[in-house]
């Protein structure tokens, strides 16, 4: 059974209080709306998560699960762009960069690499990246529902701040080698690409912005994943900033 916030060790009745009082500056219609945005997004991925497991029972093998699912990955995985409004208008207290980044690395693996090179969609790499997204967005946006409601149960705050631990690494690991699965491709087609000459009088290499797309994991990854070190710290070991009242 579930067991509430106070048993997970930390000063449960004053996180409380904290929790009200964030709520109150954040407006009703604003909570109302990060409810919804919520929940919606908790149902779309456990939807997801559902059609995955059902397939590979049903058919035995991973070969054409991302055909299967990709109408609601793509769905879900593009309406996130909101994040990056939620943190740009402020109702979420969170870095536009982080959100931007995380955001931006995912839709691109969506639409540019798995929606367009239909010949590494069978790829080991994208079964492996769409299970760890299901079961972080999962995590992440119920997590996110209950402590809005304000009725967050210990385990699911736990596995919000404990899962990415092993994911994070599991999902990037996933996108790099899916990447590297479409080089090839991307080589023989020169898709995306524009070559000289042409009236524009630029050139752009869709296989070398890939490659130079692999490179920015080496400084961008480790950020967003001291981020969330930080984040867990703060959450589950108690590195709280207490506001004062208004
Ligand atoms: C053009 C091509 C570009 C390519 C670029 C390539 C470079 C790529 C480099 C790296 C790529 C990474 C790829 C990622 C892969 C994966 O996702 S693998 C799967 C594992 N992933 C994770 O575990 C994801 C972890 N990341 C996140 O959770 C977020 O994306 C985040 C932005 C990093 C989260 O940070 P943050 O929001 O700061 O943490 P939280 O503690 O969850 O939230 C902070 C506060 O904000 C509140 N909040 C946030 N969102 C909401 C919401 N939707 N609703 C309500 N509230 C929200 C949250 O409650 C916190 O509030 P306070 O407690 O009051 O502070």
């Known amino acids: 059974?579930?067991?509430?916030?106070?048993?997970?060790?930390?000063?449960?009745?004053?996180?409380?209080?904290?929790?009200?009082?964030?709520?109150?500056?954040?407006?009703?219609?604003?909570?109302?709306?990060?409810?919804?945005?919520?929940v919606?997004?908790?149902?779309?991925?456990?939807?997801l998560g559902i059609a995955m497991v059902r397939f590979y029972i049903q058919k035995g093998t991973h070969r054409g699960l991302f055909r299967s699912v990709q109408k609601t990955l793509k769905f879900f995985q593009t309406f996130a762009l909101l994040e990056v409004i939620h943190c740009a208008v402020g109702i979420v207290r969170t870095s536009v960069l982080v959100t931007g980044v995380q955001v931006s690395s995912r839709i691109f693996m969506v639409w540019f690499i798995a929606h367009s090179i239909k010949q590494i969609q069978n790829e080991e790499s994208v079964i492996l990246f769409l299970v760890v997204w299901t079961v972080t967005e999962i995590t992440r946006y119920s997590f996110y529902t209950f402590n809005l409601l304000n009725h967050l149960p210990y385990f699911i705050k736990w596995a919000r701040y404990n899962f990415f631990i092993i994911l994070y690494p599991a999902g990037v690991a996933g996108e790099l080698l899916t990447i590297y699965a479409a080089l090839p491709y991307v080589k023989k087609t020169g898709m995306f690409s524009l070559r000289l000459p042409n009236k524009y009088n630029v050139s752009f290499d869709?296989?070398?912005?890939?490659?130079?797309?692999m490179f920015s994991y080496v400084p961008l990854f480790p950020q967003l994943y001291f981020h969330m070190l930080r984040q867990r710290r703060r959450v589950l070991h108690g590195e709280v900033i207490v506001e004062k009242d208004d």
């Open 40 to 47: 919606a997004m908790t149902a779309g991925w456990l939807v």
């Open 1 to 38: 059974m579930a067991s509430s916030e106070e048993d997970g060790g930390g000063n449960g009745a004053v996180e409380e209080k904290e929790n009200g009082k964030k709520k109150k500056k954040l407006g009703a219609l604003a909570t109302t709306w990060l409810i919804f945005y919520n």
């Open 206 to 213: 869709y296989y070398y912005f890939l490659i130079i797309v």
